[in-house]
């Protein structure tokens, strides 16, 4: 009984093991990449590009996004099917959510 829970924790611990495969000093790395990205954000703010800088400012948030999904919610490696599903929901309540937001604007001027 005892020999089985000591393999039972063994597995736990190679499986904990796997799931791990990136060093502290990998994670702090992209914690540098994010802090360097919020700074490029906010100094893109005070340049005048125009129409642009909320494009800008997307473009890098959406990056920012990616790396903490891939990396710090360990996306990158996961089980593909459930990634796709994961992402495919998102996708359709993000649909929902700007079809119901548009809704409402566009219908505003209307008495």
Do not use: C
Not at 80 to 103: D, I, R
């Amino acid at each position: 009984m005892a020999q089985q829970k000591i393999q039972q924790e063994h597995k736990e611990h190679e499986t904990q093991e796997e799931h791990s495969t990136h060093s502290h000093l990998f994670y702090i790395a992209i914690g540098v990449v994010l802090l360097i990205l919020t700074i490029t954000t906010a100094a893109v703010a005070f340049i005048n590009l125009g129409a642009l800088n909320p494009v800008v400012a997307l473009l890098i948030a959406t990056f920012k996004a990616g790396l903490v999904v891939l990396f710090f919610m360990h996306v990158k490696g996961a089980s593909e099917k459930l990634t796709g599903a994961v992402v495919v929901s998102g996708f359709f309540f993000l649909g929902l959510l700007l079809t119901l937001s548009l809704a409402d604007y566009l219908t505003r001027s209307w008495k």
